[in-house]
């Protein structure tokens, strides 16, 4: 394999906690991946421990929380209660790993027990980062949206999958398809035989992903603020958030011979994923919180791919903070249900 490092850079998620407090969309479509994990975790070949779970992109690691407890548990039902358990949370280097501890140690939903041994590491998952044959169970949910090595821009889009450029589109997918494989190989190096894997990620049918309101209103505040001559022609274009969903199709390509680098898929699906906020509109009528909740998870894992194109202004601070503030006032006007696809996958070590 050669390696990623020294490639492009990926930001992580807005930093100072900010993810782990608007990721509640995440957090819905992870309620929805729980059934799969709860039959992975009842399936994994187990030995006499102690037992490895690798949480693939953790970001902040509230979302990680209820699925690793969930592991934690079943895990010892199946061998003893004190059967000791690392946990390893791994993202990249810029992630905010000070939110992610203090979230283990201090959330109240913290899978923290007597004989459970958290750590991090901080490198990309697109080489292997854990020693041969270690991890029993893999999660990893919501990341792998995130393009691997290079940057694509759209000169029309904000998320690159809607572009109408024909050259945009074919480069996405050559990225997308080599990140899958990518991805699955240095798993496969890390699990150990009989190991199980959930991955979940932004998936879409030839309809659609559902990010469609969102990423037509984003696009909206760019091409305004290029019209008012608040961002240049070359900022509209670099303002491309590096992330796209993939088909059925596209998750079962390496695996056409049915095994891919040892890894067979037991359940490939797409889930819709329920809007967490649409019934509290629906009750209230506030447009304005509905839209605060929707522009906030937007920054929440965009803004720092936002601030890092615009690095170079001076008034960087101010026109991020109008940018997501007019999606906002944009949301409010066009109020709807935000039901992404969310693609399910469970994977087996051979
Ligand atoms: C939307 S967050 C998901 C966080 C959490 N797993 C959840 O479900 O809420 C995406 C995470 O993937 C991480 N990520 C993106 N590319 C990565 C890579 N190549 N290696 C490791 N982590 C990556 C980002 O840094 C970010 O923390």
């Known amino acids: 394999m050669t390696s990623y490092k020294g490639a492009r850079r990926t930001a992580a998620m807005e930093g100072g906690g900010f993810y782990n407090k608007n990721s509640a969309m995440q957090a819905a479509g992870i309620s929805a991946l729980l059934p799969l994990w709860e039959r992975l975790i009842a399936d994994v070949e187990l030995d006499g421990g102690p037992l490895v779970i690798a949480d693939y992109g953790s970001s902040q690691g509230r979302n990680s929380l209820a699925p690793i407890a969930i592991a934690i548990d079943r895990l010892r039902a199946r061998t ?26 201090s959330d109240p939903a913290s899978y923290l027990r007597a004989n459970v041994f958290p750590s991090a590491i901080g490198r990309s998952y697109f080489d292997p980062i854990i020693p041969p044959d270690r991890v029993h169970l893999g999660w990893n949910s919501w990341t792998m949206q995130w393009l691997g090595a290079v940057t694509i821009n759209a000169p029309d889009q904000f998320f690159p999958s809607f572009s109408k450029s024909e050259d945009v589109i074919t480069a996405l997918r050559q990225v997308q398809a080599a990140d899958w494989r990518r991805f699955l190989e240095a798993r496969s190096i890390e699990l150990k035989r009989g190991a199980r894997m959930l991955t979940g990620f932004p998936g879409r049918t030839s309809e659609g992903s559902g990010w469609e309101w969102l990423a037509q209103e984003i696009w909206g505040v760019i091409v305004d603020l290029g019209r008012e001559g608040v961002l240049s022609e070359d900022e509209q274009f670099r303002l491309t958030v590096p992330t796209a969903p993939r088909l059925l199709d596209d998750i079962y390509e390496p695996f056409r ?23 509290a509109f629906e009750r209230s009528g506030d447009a304005t919180a509905l839209a605060s909740s929707h522009a906030n998870m937007m920054r929440a894992f965009s803004g720092p791919t936002v601030s890092e194109v615009l690095a170079d202004r001076q008034d960087r601070e101010v026109v991020v903070n109008e940018i997501y503030e007019r999606l906002a006032l944009r949301l409010a006007l066009s109020a709807r249900p935000h039901q992404p696809y969310l693609a399910a996958v469970g994977l087996r070590k051979l």
């Open 80 to 105: 003893r209660p004190e059967m000791p358990i690392e946990v390893v949370h791994t993202d990249l280097p810029s992630n905010d790993y000070s939110a992610l501890f203090e979230t283990i140690q």
């Open 257 to 279: 011979d049915g095994v891919f680098s040892g890894l067979e898929i037991v359940s490939a699906g797409l889930i819709q994923v329920a809007d967490p906020v649409w019934d």
